[in-house]
């Protein structure tokens, strides 16, 4: 069996070839891809996330195991298995791969959803999701301004100043209306439960990527920006399952399940339009997709064995 440290994950993951191995992959679609909607255990102040994925098309197969605690925040491991005996191949320390390949997907819904004439990201956040969306997204449009409005737990001015000299880019504080006003991308990457902002002060044009919520009961928006929004989703089955920020307005009859336009198969693939107009909101919410994981850990995997070739 093969083993990744986090170190030798983060070396071997490259963003580029991460988002183009997940355009490709929901490009593809899901006829050859068996992935039961993950399950979540409650264990003593934490969720465990089991999320298995196999594709048949790929010959490919493997299972992560996420630890969500307010001790220790997301702890995940990965482990790549041989699709004829289900043994395992190579295991993988899984934080830095669960960060890119969520920041990878939201970089692939921005780029066939957002306009191509936007200026400003805006991110809800400062944990790793926010500086794995900060690095990920330019890759996909240019920003030539960046907004970040905390949790208040964490020192914001410190946290823009390091990613200032990490990707060198211009960023600075702000209040959660000032982003949500100025920002033509925004990416919501907290642990909050409830709304971040009002979504009244959403201005037309502007594309969200939801990331953080992931339990049928928390929300990063309010049934506002949902109203708003033409809401394509990563996968029908995981959303309408976990996703409080659609099942809440649903729940509330603001919108109906008809609501949601699309999945990102749907969209990568052409089946149905994204964005109609530049005025138009649009919304990609993610609740995590265990064909994003099984993509990046091949990835990995066959990276090292390129390497050892050589």
């Not at 907004?147 to 964490?154: E, Q």
């Not at 037309?204 to 339990?215: E, I, M, R, S």
Request: some cysteine.
């Amino acid at each position: 069996m093969r083993f990744f440290s986090e170190d030798q994950v983060r070396s071997a993951m490259k963003a580029d070839e991460v988002i183009r191995a997940i355009r490709a992959a929901f490009t593809r679609g899901f006829a050859t891809v068996h992935m039961p909607v993950r399950t979540a255990l409650e264990l003593d102040g934490a969720i465990l996330l089991i999320m298995p994925c196999y594709d048949s098309g790929l010959q490919a197969a493997g299972i992560k195991l996420v630890s969500v605690s307010e001790k220790a925040g997301v702890n995940a491991v990965y482990e790549l298995l041989d699709p004829s005996t289900g043994i395992s191949v190579a295991r993988m320390e899984a934080n830095y791969l669960t960060d890119l390949r969520t920041a990878a997907t939201s970089a692939v819904a921005t780029d066939l959803l957002a306009r191509k004439n936007v200026k400003t990201l805006g991110i809800f956040g400062s944990g790793r999701q926010a500086v794995a969306h900060l690095a990920v997204l330019p890759r996909v449009r240019t920003f030539r301004q960046f907004l970040v409005c905390g949790s208040g737990r964490s020192d914001l001015n410190a946290f823009c100043a390091k990613m200032k000299i990490e990707f060198a880019i211009d960023i600075e504080p702000a209040s959660a209306e000032m982003v949500t006003q100025e920002s033509d991308v925004i990416c919501t990457c907290t642990t909050s439960p409830v709304p971040l902002f009002d979504g009244n002060w959403l201005r037309p044009g502007t594309h969200l990527n939801l990331v953080g919520a992931f339990q049928p009961e928390t929300r990063e928006v309010d049934d506002t920006v949902v109203k708003r929004a033409r809401v394509v989703v990563d996968t029908y089955e995981g959303s309408l399952q976990e996703a409080g920020d659609l099942l809440i307005p649903i729940r509330n009859h603001v919108i109906d399940r008809g609501h949601i336009i699309a999945d990102l198969h749907e969209i990568a693939a052409g089946k149905k339009p994204g964005r109609r107009n530049a005025d138009e909101i649009t919304l990609f919410k993610s609740v995590g997709c265990a064909l994003e994981d099984l993509v990046a850990a091949q990835l990995i995997d066959n990276s090292q064995l390129a390497n050892s070739k050589n």
